[in-house]
């Protein structure tokens, strides 16, 4: 069992950025691949951002490129969402969520295992 913790959220205006963090419970967390997700009030969870299996490399959504970069420190057991230039469409609940096996795509929340409470992120216009 991994237990997933986010941090970091808040309420912020258009233009300025926030890190948030997802740490893990387990010393097995670099075994497994993290993603980004969030909801927005009325919409379906969407993929943000995340390592591919064996952190070869990260995926983004297109709406997120360029602004939020995702990185990791495998001391802390602590992976990490840098979010620049934030927009009011960013507002959204953001979850943390590990994937514990090579398969699917890295984009759908169906192929995670473990999922954070989530943290608010509000950009005020």
């Known amino acids: 069992q991994v237990q997933l913790v986010e941090s970091g959220g808040g309420l912020v205006q258009v233009g300025v950025s926030l890190r948030l963090s997802c740490t893990a419970s387990?010393?097995?967390?670099?075994?497994?691949?993290i993603g980004w997700f969030r909801q927005a009030p009325g919409k379906e969870r969407e993929f943000v951002a995340a390592?591919?299996?064996?952190?070869?490399?990260?995926d983004y959504v297109d709406s997120v490129k360029g602004r939020f970069t995702i990185s990791r420190d495998i001391a802390k057991n602590t992976v990490y969402l840098q979010m620049n230039s934030l927009k009011p469409d960013d507002t959204a609940v953001y979850y943390c969520?590990?994937?514990?096996?090579?398969?699917?795509?890295?984009?759908?929340?169906?192929?995670?295992?473990?999922w954070g409470q989530g943290t608010q992120v509000t950009v005020s216009s």
């Open positions: 969520a590990a994937r514990v096996r090579p398969v699917g795509t890295v984009s759908l929340p169906m192929y995670y295992t473990y």
């Open positions: 387990s010393r097995t967390f670099s075994n497994y691949a």
């Open positions: 390592f591919t299996w064996n952190s070869a490399s990260t």
